[in-house]
Structure formats: C-alpha cells, structure tokens
C-alpha cells in the first residue's frame, strides 16, 4: 500500500515538473483574455455613415465623464473588433484596417481625457473600469502585433505607429490609477 503512494506520489510529481519544464523552455506568446464587442456593421458598409452619425449622437448626450469614458472604451474596442474582421478579409482591406484602428484609438485616448476630467472634478474612478482600459490596451497592442507580423512596407510602418500610440495611451492609464 505504501508503495502504491509512493508511486502515485512520484509520478504526480514527475508530471507536475515536466509541464512546468515545458512552460519555461518553450514559452509560448500570452494571449490577453479580453472579450472585444461585436463590431456591427463594418467600415466598408454603405450603412456605415449611419452607424457613426448614431454613435457620435449617443456620445453627444452623455454628460457624466466616467460615463462617457465607458462609451468611448467601447466604441474603441468596437473598431478593434471591425478591424480584425477587415484584415481577415484580405490585403485589400488592409488600409481600412488600419485607419479603423487609428479612429478606436481616437477614441481610446478620450477615453483617457474623460476619466482625467472625472479625477479633475474629484470623482472616484472604479478600479474596474480602470482593469478594463488596461486590458483593452493590451488586447490592442497584442493585435496590432500580430498585424505588423503579417504585414510588409509602409502599412506594416502604420501599424506600428499605431503600437506606438497605444504603447503611449497604455502608459497614461497606469497614470490613472491611485498611487
């Protein structure tokens, strides 16, 4: 019997080294766990103009900052969204991938000025919204990554400004949590 644990016990142990070996020789790219929104209607869509003349509406009327900041996270994560199913689409819509991505990220760095209006005026900031901006960054730049990866020549220089910008616009979310 004591031997049957033993073993057991061995083998568990044998197991646990081997997967933590191979995590550690063969590091693998981490995928961010961020759900993007479902994109709607896309940039290269007659119907488009109607979708943005509604969203700036919407935007419009929300006056509570923090409020506003959530929207434009949204619509942010909303063009990513877009744009990934553009470059799915091939080299032709390559362009409007990446001018897609610039306009979510137009309006990720609202985002950010909202929140320092909201920190202006005294407001609290939820650490979740916060969490959230953060891995919305992140989940940006992972996909702007693999675009650059994918890409050659000037575009591939675009997208990679567009990392430099949200490397920036990451920076100025840490900036907003409480120290």
Aim: proline letters at 4%.
């Amino acid at each position: 019997m004591k031997k049957i644990i033993l073993l057991t016990i061995a083998a568990l142990l044998f197991a646990v080294t081997s997967v933590f070996a191979q995590n550690t020789t063969n590091p693998q790219k981490q995928v961010v766990e961020y759900q993007l929104p479902y994109a709607g209607i896309l940039p290269d869509s007659p119907l488009y103009g109607l979708k943005t003349f509604r969203d700036r509406l919407i935007s419009f009327f929300i006056s509570d900052p923090i409020k506003k900041a959530e929207f434009d996270l949204l619509e942010s994560d909303k063009r990513l969204s877009g744009a990934v199913a553009l470059f799915a689409q091939g080299p032709k819509k390559y362009d409007l991938t990446e001018s897609t991505i610039s306009k979510g990220e137009n309006y990720f760095e609202d985002a950010i000025k909202n929140l320092k209006t909201a920190r202006k005026e005294g407001r609290t900031i939820e650490q979740n919204l916060l969490g959230n901006m953060d891995l919305s960054s992140r989940k940006h730049k992972e996909i702007l990554q693999d675009m650059i990866s994918k890409t050659t020549g000037d575009l591939q220089k675009r997208f990679s400004k567009d990392l430099e910008r949200m490397d920036s616009l990451a920076i100025q979310v840490g900036e907003l949590r409480p120290k």
